[in-house]
């Protein structure tokens, strides 16, 4: 699949077919998304792949799917083949910068930008478009409680859950009623030299 068609066909999507997803497939994803950007190579990324029912039920339940399903929404996650738990270590960044070839005059940056969370975000979206490459869709939800999740999957202390990803075969989906918003216009979007010189009048 050429990477624009991947971008443009990527959407959330909670309703899955009951198809098993073979482990090579996701193993191949999750091998991409080690390719992500990560700051001085820091690497605190790291990716909890759940399959077992009676833990995807679980990890269901912290998220709150149910809020979802008594919207009308099907349930997701846990009938989901494969949810992926995203986390990152902030103290793997930290422990990097400390490190002589990173420090400023001695001492570690500021971090006036919190990388840890762009690198996490990263993984996360080529895992969306991998999924669709794969000819698979996924649906991305933010991590409800964190704690829980960390108790749930054991997962050490200096890593945060972000978020799961569910990943499956596409079922007929309810559209989510946040689409009839339409998208921006790209001159709201585009600006050219300064925020408030539009993409339409730069480009004429």
């Keep these: 699949m050429e ?56 990890l269901a339940r912290i998220q709150g799917e149910q809020n979802y399903t008594s ?23 930290h422990d990097r910068y400390q490190e002589p070839d990173k420090l400023q005059d001695g001492k570690e940056i500021e971090w006036p930008t919190p990388y ?6 990263a993984g996360c ?27 749930l999957l054991g997962i050490p202390s200096h890593f945060h859950p972000v978020g799961v990803i569910s990943i499956g075969y596409p079922a007929k989906d309810k559209r989510s009623p946040s689409l009839l918003r339409g998208r921006r216009d790209k001159t709201e979007v ?6 408030a010189v539009s993409s339409s009048k730069a480009l004429n």
């Design 71 to 93: 919207g009308g929404f099907h349930p997701w996650i846990s009938e989901a083949p494969v949810d992926i738990v995203a986390c990152v270590s902030e103290k793997l960044y």
């Design 116 to 121: 840890w969370f762009f690198d996490i975000g």
């Design 125 to 151: 979206m080529i895992i969306l478009l991998a999924a669709v490459d794969s000819g698979l869709s996924a649906a991305f939800s933010g991590a409800v409680y964190p704690s829980k999740v960390k108790r």
């Design 3 to 58: 990477f624009e068609e991947a971008v443009r066909k990527r959407r959330m999507v909670r309703h899955f077919a009951k198809r098993e997803v073979s482990l090579r497939v996701i193993q191949r994803i999750l091998d991409l998304a080690q390719h992500a950007p990560s700051a001085g190579f820091s690497q605190g990324s790291a990716y909890v792949l759940v399959q077992d029912p009676a833990a995807k039920r679980k």
């Design 190 to 195: 585009i600006h050219y030299e300064k925020w």
